[in-house]
């Protein structure tokens, strides 16, 4: 069964186009984040109790400690600017939301999605919905569209069925219409003639982020990634609809929530109402102050970011003195990165779930190997394909502690249909990353969920098929890092023989890691099974020759 599958609720339904017409209903007020992310927000900073790892700073040994941690060394006035950097006006209305998913499926010309389905689509969208608390799918339309980027996206036939269905349809109380962005024009004439709000790809997946963010590296990211949505000028301008799976033409998106916030704030440095065209007799119109703000936001937002970024490679370069070698598990959303990790540490405080972007901060978690040596598995954000352009430049600096690891680990859902697109979209995000080259070539693939796949067999050479869940393959794979891992970190293991009344021994407990020594008390001599680096195997040479 695939898990994005087991996510879509009895009573949503996949229907084609539709008709019925009824009484307009009012817009749903719009509330913050539902109660599950304010709770996560609230064990915040310093809570021992969030997964992937508590607030405390890193610990010696690499422990669960959380690669943008240390937050509790900052200036005060630091701290107090982020805290107001992310005050924000909610994107979704909180409490039940009953959806109607409407996907507009581009059959022909160059809007058509490549390398995958309407149906898929459909379904990663529902997932997308019910990861939001008290959010379900109360039914899916698939409606055919020539011509996704007009305004209204749908011909006029097709949008007075679309009309009648929803307003025929009491129990619906929004619409999520899966193209990427949407222009606020759009929006506006389509919630009038639906009569609930409407919203986009873009705001669903920005709220998950939102509410899954706990680090406040990760948060500022969101509201760094949210910015364009301030960013909009007009009503009428900003970019046209782009179903989900397409190219976006415009990077300048438009939208209306997050920017009553901003709004006020312009209000209220005039004193008076945000649509006077000057303010205070100072020259600068409603809008030029507008946009003024809103780069000041973008460069404190950068700022602090920054800060934080800085803290963070310096937390990695301390690792990496302490010479733990890091593994950098990457992966779509959802197929298993984190209840792998688990499998391989028995950290028995890390909780996956069965949502879409449950991680969004980069972990660590220290783990052995069969030779004994230590490894920190770092947990990364995973990727979806088109994931909105903003989103993925702003989590991009969270992403180079996979640039900074020794080996990368993918992980693959294989029970997924979609798991060859997956794949590339991954390795594809991996590339535009520019790791450095021998990093790319020996990635480990993991072929993650065989359990819900009688018989399976990885078809490219070399992968490792596992179940993280059942704890299949487990071994095969810990063997497997084993080798990459010192190979990678330029260590090897070697059985070396010494003198039992020399100093090599001490020296080599000094230097390399001994896993073994076998005494023979009658030749004077000891096998001595190390784990050792090349240069430090270089010294041993050059010390005691012969
Ligand atoms: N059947 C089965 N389910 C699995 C397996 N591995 C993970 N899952 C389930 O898949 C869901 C997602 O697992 P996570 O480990 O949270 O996935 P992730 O890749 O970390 O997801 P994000 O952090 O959201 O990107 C959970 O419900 C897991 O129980 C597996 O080997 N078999
Ligand atoms: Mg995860």
Redesign the pocket.
């Known amino acids: 069964m695939w898990?994005l599958r087991a996510a879509v609720r009895p009573g949503s339904r996949l229907f084609r186009v539709v008709r019925g017409c009824g009484a307009p209903r009012g817009a749903p007020p719009l509330p913050p984040c539902p109660e599950r992310a304010l709770a996560a927000f609230r064990g915040g900073l310093g809570s021992p109790e969030g997964r992937g790892g508590g607030g405390r700073g890193p610990r010696a040994d690499g422990r669960r400690s959380r690669t943008g941690g240390k937050e509790d060394e900052e200036e005060p006035e630091d701290a107090e600017e982020e805290d107001e950097l992310l005050r924000r006006d909610p994107l979704l209305p909180a409490g039940t939301q009953r959806v109607c998913l409407v996907h507009p499926d581009v059959k022909w010309g160059p809007g058509k999605p490549q390398g995958t389905r309407a149906e898929w689509q459909v379904v990663e969208a529902q997932a997308l919905v019910h990861t939001l608390d008290g959010w379900s799918v109360v039914g899916t339309m698939v409606v055919p569209s020539k011509t996704p980027d007009r305004k209204l996206i749908f011909g006029r036939g097709t949008l007075e069925r679309l009309t009648e269905r929803i307003r025929g349809s009491p129990e619906i109380t929004a619409v999520f219409l899966n193209v990427e962005r949407m222009a606020a024009a759009t929006k506006k004439e389509l919630e009038a003639a639906w009569g609930v709000q409407v919203f986009d790809r873009f705001t669903v997946v920005l709220h998950v982020f939102r509410c899954h963010a706990r680090t406040k590296e990760a948060r500022l990211q969101v509201a760094l990634a949210e910015l364009p949505l301030l960013r909009c000028p007009l009503p009428t301008q900003g970019s046209v609809p782009v179903p989900h799976g397409h190219v976006l033409p415009s990077p300048e998106p438009t939208h209306f929530h997050a920017r009553s916030h901003l709004k006020s704030d312009v209000a209220h440095l005039g004193g008076r109402g945000g649509d006077s065209r000057h303010i205070m007799g100072s020259g600068e119109s409603f809008l030029q102050v507008q946009q003024r703000l809103l780069k000041d936001k973008e460069v404190k937002i950068r700022k602090a970011l920054d800060r934080l970024r800085r803290k963070r490679l310096l937390l990695g370069q301390q690792r990496r003195r302490r010479e733990f070698p890091v593994v950098a598990v990457v992966?779509y959303?959802?197929?298993?990165?984190?209840?792998?990790i688990k499998a391989l540490t028995g950290d028995a405080t890390i909780q996956?779930?069965?949502?879409?972007?449950?991680?969004l901060d980069v972990t660590a978690h220290a783990g052995r190997l069969p030779s004994q040596v230590t490894v920190i598995y770092m947990?990364t954000?995973?990727f979806l394909s088109q994931l909105p352009h903003s989103l993925v430049e702003s989590f991009s600096a969270t992403m180079e502690d996979v640039s900074h690891s020794d080996l990368i680990v993918h992980?693959r859902d294989v029970s997924h249909p979609e798991t060859e697109l997956q794949k590339a979209s991954v390795l594809s995000a991996l590339r535009a990353l520019r790791p450095p080259r021998p990093l790319l070539d020996r990635v480990v693939e993991v072929a993650?969920?065989?359990?819900?796949v009688p018989g399976y067999r990885p078809a490219e050479p070399g992968a490792v098929a596992?179940?993280?869940?059942?704890g299949l393959g487990l071994e095969a794979l810990k063997a497997r890092l084993d080798g990459a891992v010192l190979r990678a970190a330029g260590r090897r293991v070697l059985t070396l023989r010494v003198g039992l009344t020399g100093p090599q021994l001490s020296w080599l407990h000094q230097e390399a890691t001994v896993q073994a020594v076998d005494v023979r008390p009658e030749a004077g001599v000891a096998d001595v099974k190390v784990i050792i680096s090349d240069s430090a195997y270089g010294r041993f040479r050059k010390l005691f020759p012969g």
């Open positions: 898990t992966g959303t959802n197929c298993g990165k984190t209840t792998l996956p779930r069965d949502q879409l972007f449950a991680t947990d954000i995973g992980v993650n969920k065989v359990d819900l596992v179940s993280a869940l059942l």
